[in-house]
Each structure stands twice: as structure tokens, then as C-alpha cells.
């Protein structure tokens, strides 16, 4: 018997490489996203995979379309095994110059529809006591950096959701079972067509990984159900300094992920934004973003050249987080 996946934000980036890869490891996917040109070119390789796919537009800021996409993949694929919330959409921009309804909008999309998607699947799966949730997370679900306050604080909300469903899981004895898989930086279109307020355009904070690298990951969460995985040795010394020294991190954030954050290249005026429509519906900007010659992960020589300069950054901020404590000493 075939097994069914629905992946939200399967038209681009880190969903459409997971919902090719659960075809490819022979399950049927209902995509779901906004944009039609991306989720019929994902249906395509789906198929060409062999398995059977569905095409669901809705936005995950929506409970009522969300509920729908679940109701409309039983009903054209069957009973839903694994369900992936990955849909998520930023704003780059400092604090004082966020317009609030784009905060809102960012959050919405971001955390609501992890939520939506959580509860849409237990509705379906805790009555057949069967099935697998995963919730794409990211190191900045343990460290927040400047620049993306909206995006952070979805991601360590949607951290903080997930460790309360699961536990109310396991307090029901229940056999559905949840994970979250925090990401490291990843080439995707994210970057092209994201938010901001900022002069250049913006990139993911190095080392950077592909799409499919990851997607492994999160199909293998769904399989062995693990509460957390963190990819990437880079990504995980991070989260491991959030929570051993989050002042230094906190420092670190400030210094280190400003400008690293930003390319040399001017943001072009007719650049198209993603936060409240798909940025074209025929569209399809597929899984990769326009950052393939950085995105050798940990071992990319751009990364391994930067090494240094972490090196001194980190060092500026150790220094700085013990002033810090010094001074409140004193007073
Ligand atoms: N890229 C990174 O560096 C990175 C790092 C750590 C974690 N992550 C996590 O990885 C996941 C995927 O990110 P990504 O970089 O692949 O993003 P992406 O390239 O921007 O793709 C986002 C996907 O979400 C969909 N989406 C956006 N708004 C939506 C809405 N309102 N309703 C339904 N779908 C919507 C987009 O399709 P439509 O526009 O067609 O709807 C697209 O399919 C996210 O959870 C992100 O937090 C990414």
C-alpha cells in the first residue's frame, strides 16, 4: 500500500526537495503552497518519480484553507502519513523600521501556519493512533539575530509549540509521533523574494547548504520520529552556545550576523516580495536560491576563508560579554 506525505511550502526551497525526495522514496505527496507555476512543476517531478501527486494552493496563515488541503489530500490520495509544516516567509529589516502588519504577516505565516498544519494533521492521525509530524526549524529557533526579529520569534514560538504538543502526545499515550528539524543556512529562492527594507540584497548567513542535503534530514525524522534534529556541526555549536552562554551568543548575534546577512549587491527595484501574494503564480523558481557556488556547507572555501575573521568576532564578543558582566558588578 502507497504512503501519502503532505508537504506545505512544496512549491520552492526546502519543501519541494523534501516532498521530490518522499516521492522518490515512494510516497504519494499533496503539495501545498500559494503559487500554481511552482506546485505543477513539483507535481511534475513527483510524478516523474513514479508516485502519484496533488496539487493544493492554499495559504497556511489560513486554519480554514489549511483544513481544506487536508480534507482534499484524503480524499484524492488517501489516509495522510507524514505531514511536514515548512511554509514560512520573513521581513529583513531592523526593529524601528518594520511596519507592524508585516511583522504580523511574517508570524503568521511562519508560526500560525506551523500550527494550523499541526493541528490539521492530529485531527486526521490521533484517531487512527498512527502517522508522523515534522516541523522544519532553524538555529535561529535558539539564537535570534538582528534583522529578522519577526522570523525569530516565529521560529522560537513555533519551538515552543512543538515541545507542548508533543508532550501532550506522550501524556495520551498516543502512537502519532512529532519531530522538528532545525536547518542551517540553505540555498534557496527564500532570499530572492523575501521582505526588506535593507539597501543590498539579502543572503543566507554562511556555511550554506543545498536543499536536498537537508531534505534527507527531515524524511528521515519522519521515519524515525526523533524529537529534534540540528543539521549541520556549524549549526550545532551555535544552538549549543544558545543554550550554554546565550549572553555571549546574544553577543556574537550582534557582531557577526549583520552583515553577513547582506550580499555586495544592491537590491533591485522591481524585485519581487513573497510576504502576502505568491510573487508570480505561474512562476516556478524551483528548490535552489542563486547562491550554488557558496553552497558547499561546512567545507565551502568562502566559508573556510571567513574562519578568521569569525575567529576575531567571537573573540570581540567574549570581551564584550565579560565588560558586560564587570560593569554590572560594579554597579
Ligand atoms: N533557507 C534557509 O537558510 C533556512 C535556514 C533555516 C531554516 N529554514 C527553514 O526551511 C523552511 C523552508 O525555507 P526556504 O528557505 O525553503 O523558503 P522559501 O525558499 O522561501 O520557500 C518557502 C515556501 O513556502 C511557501 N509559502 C510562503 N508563504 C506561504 C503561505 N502564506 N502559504 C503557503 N505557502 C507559503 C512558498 O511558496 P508560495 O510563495 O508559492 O506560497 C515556498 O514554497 C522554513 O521553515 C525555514 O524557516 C530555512
Known amino acids: ?48 518519480a513514479g508516485r502519484r501527486a496533488v496539487v493544493l494552493p492554499a495559504d497556511v496563515a489560513d486554519y480554514e484553507q489549511v483544513e481544506s488541503a487536508a480534507a482534499a489530500a484524503e480524499e484524492s490520495l ?52 498512527r502517522g508522523s509530524i515534522v516541523n522544519v526549524g532553524s538555529a535561529l529557533a535558539f539564537i535570534a539575530i538582528p534583522l529578522q526579529a519577526a522570523y525569530c520569534a516565529a521560529k522560537f514560538a513555533c519551538r515552543g509549540f512543538f515541545e507542548s504538543a508533543r508532550a501532550e502526545l506522550i501524556h495520551e499515550g498516543s502512537h502519532v509521533r512529532m519531530s522538528m528539524v532545525h536547518l ?56 549549543a552556545a544558545g543554550k550554554v552562554a546565550p549572553g555571549l551568543a546574544n553577543q556574537y548575534a550582534a557582531r557577526g550576523a549583520w552583515e553577513t546577512q547582506l550580499t555586495e549587491e544592491p537590491l533591485s527595484k522591481d524585485r519581487p516580495v513573497n510576504l502576502f501574494d505568491p510573487v508570480d503564480v505561474f512562476n516556478d523558481a ?19 576563508r571567513s574562519l578568521p575573521q569569525t575567529a576575531k568576532t567571537f573573540a570581540a564578543a567574549a570581551r564584550a560579554t565579560t565588560l558586560e558582566k564587570l560593569e554590572r558588578r560594579r554597579r
Not at 508585516?102 to 494550523?116: H, I, M, S, Y
Not at 524551483?286 to 573556510?304: E, I, N, R, T, Y
Request: charged letters at 20%; glycine letters at 10%; a negative charge.
Open 1 to 48: 500500500m502507497s504512503k501519502i506525505a503532505v508537504v506545505t511550502g512544496a512549491s520552492a526551497g526546502v519543501g519541494r526537495a523534501t516532498a521530490v525526495l518522499f516521492a522518490q522514496k515512494g510516497f504519494d505527496v499533496a503539495l501545498v503552497a500559494r503559487g500554481e507555476g511552482g506546485l505543477q512543476a513539483a507535481a511534475k517531478e513527483v510524478e516523474h
Open 184 to 239: 542551517p543556512a540553505v540555498n534557496t529562492p527564500q532570499f530572492d523574494w523575501c521582505e526588506t527594507s535593507l539597501p543590498r540584497h539579502p543572503q543566507p548567513v554562511p556555511p550554506i547548504y543545498q536543499p536536498e542535503d537537508v531534505a534527507k534530514f527531515i524524511v528521515e525524522a519522519a521515519h524515525d520520529g526523533r524529537r529534534a534534529k540540528i543539521v549541520g556541526s556549524w549549526n550545532k555549536l551555535l544552538v
Open 78 to 129: 488517501g489516509p495522510i502519513d507524514v505531514w511536514v509544516n515548512d511554509a514560512m516567509t520573513t521581513v529583513f529589516a531592523p526593529l524601528g523600521d518594520l511596519d507592524p502588519d508585516d511583522f504580523k504577516r511574517a508570524v503568521e505565516v511562519t508560526f500560525l501556519g506551523q500550527v494550523w498544519g499541526t493541528m490539521a494533521a492530529l485531527k486526521r492521525m490521533r484517531p487512527r493512533d
Open 286 to 304: 524551483g528548490a535552489h536560491g542563486q547562491f550554488d557556488d557558496k553552497a558547499g556547507g561546512f567545507l565551502d572555501p568562502s566559508f573556510l
